[in-house]
C-alpha cells in the first residue's frame, strides 16, 4: 500500500468565502502531493470553489453549519463530493444563462455552474436520508499535459 | 490579490492584476479594480499575466467594469493570459464580449482599431 498521499481528502469548513479559499489551498496542496497535473488541479479548484462559494452565499446555512468537501482519487480522476444541510438544491437542474448578443446585454453572473458543466466527466445529486444536499463531480484527468 | 496602475498613453491606462481571481481574491480586489478602472474615463488594458486562476466571480468582475466602461464609451482589452486562465474564458465564450490580446501591443492595437 502505498504510504501517503491518502487516496481520499475529507474537510468540513464553515460557511464563509474565507473559508472556501483555505478549503481551495488544502485541495491544491493534497493534489500536488499526489502529483496529479496541474491542468487536474487547476479544474479541481475551480469546481470545489463554484460548489462551495454557491453553498456559502445561497444556501442560507447558519453561522455555525458546517460544510464538507470529500475529494477522492478516482482510477483516471478525481471525484468532488459537497455535502451541506442548506435547502433542498439540485444544481443539475439551473439552466444555462442565455448567451448575451453584446456586452450591454450582458448579465454578470450565473457563470459558475455553466464552467462545472462544461469541466464534469459526470454529475450527481441526491437529497440525502440525514436531510443533506450531496452534489458530486467527477473529472476527467487531462489527456495530454501540462 | 494586488492591483497596480500605470499610463500606457495619454487616454489610455495599463491596469496589472497580480494573483489568484478566486472567490476570496475577488472579494479584497473588485472595489479598487473597478474605481481603478472605470472612474478615470479612459481606456484600459488589463495585464492578466500574473493571475494564476479565475472562477466565475472573477469573470463576473471583468464583466461587470466591461459593460459600465462601454456605457461609457471607453474600451477594455484583456491581454497576457495564463493559458489555464485562457481555457476558462474561452469556455464561456468571454472572447465575445470582451477583447483579449497575446500581448500588450497586440491590446493597444485592439484599441485603435
Redo the contacts between chains.
Keep these: 500500500m502505498p504510504p501517503e498521499p491518502a487516496g481520499t481528502l475529507r474537510l468540513a469548513l464553515p460557511p464563509t ?2 473559508a ?2 483555505d478549503a ?1 489551498a488544502a485541495l491544491r496542496a493534497w493534489l500536488a502531493a499526489a502529483k496529479a497535473p ?2 487536474l488541479i ?1 479544474n479541481a ?2 469546481v470545489a ?2 460548489i462551495l ?1 454557491n453553498v456559502v452565499r445561497h444556501g442560507g446555512l447558519a453561522n455555525d453549519a458546517l460544510v464538507s468537501l470529500e475529494a477522492r482519487q478516482a482510477c483516471d480522476g478525481l471525484c468532488l463530493t459537497v455535502e451541506d444541510g442548506g435547502a433542498p438544491f439540485d444544481p443539475r437542474t439551473v439552466p444555462e444563462p442565455p ?2 448578443a ?3 446585454q ?1 448579465v ?5 455552474l ?2 462545472v458543466r ?2 464534469a466527466a459526470a454529475l450527481a445529486y441526491e437529497r440525502t436520508a440525514a436531510g443533506l444536499n450531496r452534489f458530486s463531480v467527477t473529472l476527467a484527468a487531462p489527456r495530454h499535459g ?1 | 490579490m494586488e492591483l497596480a496602475v500605470a499610463d500606457h498613453a495619454a487616454d489610455v491606462q495599463l491596469v496589472t492584476l497580480t494573483g489568484r481571481l ?4 475577488v ?1 479584497r480586489v473588485e472595489t479598487r479594480f473597478t474605481a481603478a478602472v472605470v472612474a478615470p474615463s479612459r481606456h484600459a488594458l488589463i495585464d492578466l499575466s500574473a493571475v494564476s ?1 479565475i ?3 472573477g ?3 471583468l ?2 467594469v ?2 459600465t466602461m ?2 461609457r464609451g471607453h474600451k477594455m482589452v484583456l491581454f497576457g493570459v495564463d ?2 486562465v485562457r ?2 474564458l474561452d ?3 468571454l472572447n ?3 477583447p483579449i490580446a497575446n500581448d500588450r501591443a497586440a491590446a493597444a492595437a485592439m484599441l485603435a482599431g
Design positions: 468565502l474565507a472556501v479559499a481551495q496541474p491542468a487547476f479548484e475551480l470553489e463554484e462559494a448567451k448575451p453584446s456586452l450591454d450582458a454578470p453572473g450565473g457563470l459558475g455553466k464552467l462544461g469541466m501540462p | 478566486d472567490a476570496a481574491g472579494e486562476f472562477g466565475s466571480l469573470l463576473r468582475m464583466i461587470s466591461a459593460r462601454h456605457r493559458p489555464l481555457g476558462v469556455s464561456v465564450a465575445d464580449l470582451i
